[in-house]
């Protein structure tokens, strides 16, 4: 028993690490696991949305592995405390300049994505139908992270694209 418990142990801890940071730490915050409202906040949706986001500075510690962190003052409703778990070491890039933009949250924490421009149009050929595609860039996104819509909802729904 004590044999296939080491054995187990050793194991695990191949996939654990030991994470500790100090008071002026800039992290990234993992959203990964998170689905719903979280993301929202965070304006990351999708399948191929990435795992951090944000960066974020260490204020101080809570816990042994809990840290307290700064949060931009259109983010309040998220909670400023998290496990070390869920936040990754920001290795400074000195050609990575920030940019920090106001989400323009509501009430129900929620904000509304604005199309930019289209950037490509495609026809989809089904067995018995041609759907028309538009792939749309969106505000506060780059455009790797542009998107295939359907070019009617897209036209009842931002007209001015399309003039």
Not at 12 to 41: M, S
Not at 124 to 150: G, H
Request: charged residues 25%; hydrophobic residues 35%.
């Amino acid at each position: 028993m004590v044999t296939t418990q080491s054995r187990q142990k050793s194991y695990a801890d191949l996939k654990r690490r030991h994470v500790e940071f100090v008071v002026g730490d800039h992290v990234n915050q993992c959203v990964t696991p998170r689905k719903g409202i979280l993301v929202k906040w965070f304006g990351k949706k999708g399948k191929i949305s990435p795992r951090y986001v944000k960066l974020f500075e260490i204020l101080d510690r809570v816990g042994n592995v809990t840290y307290r962190v700064a949060i931009l003052p259109s983010l309040s409703g998220v909670h400023n405390v998290f496990h070390a778990s869920q936040l990754q070491k920001y290795v400074s890039d000195p050609s990575h300049v920030l940019s920090y933009e106001t989400l323009g949250l509501q009430e129900e924490l929620s904000f509304d994505e604005h199309s930019v421009k289209i950037l490509d149009r495609k026809d989809k050929v089904l067995r018995n139908k041609t759907i028309s595609l538009v792939k749309v860039l969106w505000r506060n996104n780059f455009v790797d992270e542009a998107t295939l819509e359907l070019e009617f909802d897209m036209q009842q729904q931002y007209p001015g694209l399309f003039e």
